[in-house]
């Protein structure tokens, strides 16, 4: 059970979801700023490669909830399931994702760059604050 609270909170698994997200978020604004409809497939796989990260963290606190071990707050678990919403929401808006038709159902084209910068700014800032409620209790 150490072991795994300790994978689960992991500085440097934190610093690379939360610093990739920032790298993505940038990525965007970017593409954005030139006016590019879409985002690369380099933008995809490093996003992947980020949600990979991020799943061995939520896959680590899940088993470690359930074995009985408790953060410092509550909170924590709250921004878990806010964190674990943010990865659905980002590996659904991909090319072929299952949120992408939704977000173009009604002809209104996806402003991809945009979209991607808001949820990976958000996705950022959850995961840089469940760190603080998990290691701090704050």
């Known amino acids: 059970m150490a072991q795994l609270l300790a ?7 934190t610093a690379a979801t939360a610093a990739g ?48 071990a408790r953060p410092k707050t509550s909170l924590h678990f709250l921004y878990g399931v806010l964190v674990t919403a943010g990865a659905v929401v980002q590996f659904g808006l991909r090319p072929q ?12 084209p996806l402003r991809e760059p945009r979209s991607l910068a808001i949820v990976c700014v958000t996705q950022m800032l959850l995961i840089l604050r469940a760190y603080m409620t998990g290691a701090f209790g704050h």
Do not use: K, P, Y
Request: glycine share 8%; proline share 0%; charged share 10%.
């Open 97 to 108: 994702g299952f949120l992408r038709a939704a977000m173009t159902r009604n002809e209104a």
């Open 21 to 68: 997200n920032a790298v993505l978020t940038a990525w965007a604004i970017v593409a954005h700023r030139r006016r590019q409809s879409t985002l690369g497939g380099a933008f995809w796989t490093l996003l992947l490669l980020v949600l990979v990260v991020l799943a061995v963290q939520i896959a680590t606190g899940v088993v470690a909830a359930v074995a009985g």
């Open 7 to 13: 994978l689960h909170a992991l500085l440097s698994l």
